[in-house]
Structure formats: C-alpha cells, structure tokens
C-alpha cells in the first residue's frame, strides 16, 4: 500500500546541516521520495512511498530528541507523485523573507495564534457568528480553486507578498475580528498568525492541522468549498464524492479545479482550464491573446 504524509515541527535545530544529512541517509534507505526542509525553526516535510516504509521513518523520527511527537497527515499517493527526493537547508520553513522576525522555542512559534480543532472552529462560530473572519494563508491561485466560504484571498503571488498584504491599509477594519488564518497543513499559518499579530491583529487563530485535518473531520460537509491544490503530481485533493468546482476556466468560463502549465514553455504559467478545453488548447490569458495571431500557439505542446 502507497500513502504520502505531510508533516512539521517548529522546533530549535542547532544544526541543520546534520539534521539535512540524516534526513536524506534515512530517507535513501527507506526508498522515500519528496520534499523536505529544514532551518534553524525546525522542518517541514511532505514523503511518499511504501506505507510500512513510512511507518519506520515515523519510528525513527520519533526516536529522535527534537523531531519527535509530530503529528502527521497522511493521505493516498506515492512516491511516484514526487520527482525525487529533496532536502534542503534554508533560513525559513516557509519564505515569508521574515526569519529574524520569527522566535521559536520548543513548544513552537512564540507568539502566534491560538490553535482551533475543527470542532472548536465551529463552536467558535456558534458564539460569535458573523464577526469571524477566514483569512486565506496561501497563494491566490491555490485558493482559486478551493477556499473557506466567504474568506478574504489575499492579493499574493508568493509567499513573500504577505508581509506587504498585511501592513497595508486594505485590512484595517478586521484587525479587532477574530480572524482564522487557514492553509494546507499549518505550517504557513504558524507563522502568517504570528506576524499578523506584530502588526496589529488582535484576536488570531490558525486551524490546527490546517485545511487537511478539517477536510478529513468534515469533507465537504462543513465550511470548505472546493477542491485542495497540492504540491506535486497529483494537483488536487478532493475530500469526498460531494466536492465541487468552483475555479473558472479561463477559456470557456466553465467550473474546473483543473490546473495545467501553459503550452508556451517560456512562460510555463499555471493554467485554470477545464478538461474539454484543454484538449484544444492550454494557454495562459496573455497567450490566449497571442494566439489570435499566432495560430501555431493555440496546440497543447
């Protein structure tokens, strides 16, 4: 049986370089493929391959003095869905360009928001209704396609344009809210939650376990609508049979959590394009333009 796992831990790592060198000896022996980082705030991970494969790195992180305890969410895949395994030293787990801002201790980010279950989202919900706010913890393009019911989307591109986003004007009157930052596994809101705060928000919360461990309580029975955009060869992750599209095909205007590269390899942008067009074409809004000329663009390369 083939599974992939998705993990973090916000821990001080005195020495990154070793830990890097362990990972990718533990990871070799256990024929493991995916991504990996980590910083002197801890590491973040994603794996696939065999699922007793994955249950003796489990074993061994759990050995380990910093890495162990980590709760890890497990979904269908495998190692076929990563390219190879990699693993990096960087300064940040997630690149908000913020690593001296950031402090953590051995229970994690100093300072960041407080942690809701699922359950405990809804009941938050329950005593102040309308007053909460969902504030998207990832790229626009990811919530294009799957998002929280009437969550505010940043204006990002990278992850690096968040600090921008919140030290404007544009998120003034919710900064005395209660605001739930969401995003795929945590991680990202781990420290999103905490820079909000150093800027002025005063009642944050993160969904701890992020939007997967809410999707596999509720499905698509609660407050998410969509598909999940993940990471590597799969794209997407619905949560049940029930799940819907609400992305728009940038060519027929039709609804699609379907995500292509676009055909002009020098651009190579992320393409939201539904299955039937895409058999005609795969371009991006700019080259969709181009084409009208150039006839030769409009074949999926």
């Known amino acids: ?24 000896e533990l990871c070799e022996r256990l024929n493991l493929k995916g991504r990996i980082i980590i910083s002197p705030h801890g ?12 249950r003796r790195y489990k074993r061994e992180m759990n050995k380990s003095v ?37 402090k953590v201790d051995e229970k994690g980010v100093v300072g960041g928001g407080k942690h809701l279950k699922p359950e405990q989202l809804h009941k938050l919900i329950e005593e ?7 504030f998207d913890g990832r790229n ?26 919140i030290e404007s004007d544009k998120y003034n009157d919710i900064k005395d809210k209660p605001v739930v930052t969401y995003c795929t596994g945590g991680v990202r809101c781990e420290v999103l939650s905490a820079l909000m705060k ?12 992020g939007i997967v461990k809410y999707g596999e309580k509720y499905g698509d029975e609660g407050l998410w609508e969509g598909s999940l955009y993940i990471f590597d060869q799969r794209m997407s992750h619905r949560f049940s049979d ?4 609400i992305g728009v095909c940038v060519h027929c205007g039709g609804k699609t959590s379907n995500y292509e590269n676009c055909a002009n390899v020098a651009c190579n942008k992320l ?7 895409h058999k005609q074409i795969s371009l991006c809004n700019t080259h969709k333009k181009a084409s009208k000329a150039v006839p030769s663009l409009t074949k999926v390369v």
């Open 128 to 134: 102040k209704g309308n007053e909460v706010v969902f």
């Open 242 to 245: 029930k799940s819907k599209d």
């Open 140 to 165: 626009a393009y990811e919530a294009s396609v799957g998002k929280f019911k009437n969550a505010i989307v940043p204006d990002t591109e990278t992850t690096r344009d968040f600090v921008r986003e």
């Open 66 to 102: 910093i890495f162990k305890g980590i709760t890890y969410k497990w979904s269908d895949g495998s190692g076929d869905d990563f390219p190879k395994l990699s693993i990096k030293v960087r300064d940040e787990l997630v690149a908000f360009k913020a690593a001296d801002e950031i």
């Open 198 to 209: 150093n800027r002025g928000f005063k009642d944050v919360y993160q969904i701890d376990g």
């Open 43 to 54: 590491i973040n991970g994603t794996l696939g391959g065999d699922l007793e494969d994955l």
């Open 271 to 277: 393409v939201l394009i539904c299955k039937d067009c």
């Open 1 to 24: 049986m083939l599974k992939v796992i998705l993990y973090y831990k916000f821990v001080p790592v005195k020495d990154p370089e070793m830990a890097m060198r362990w990972q990718r």
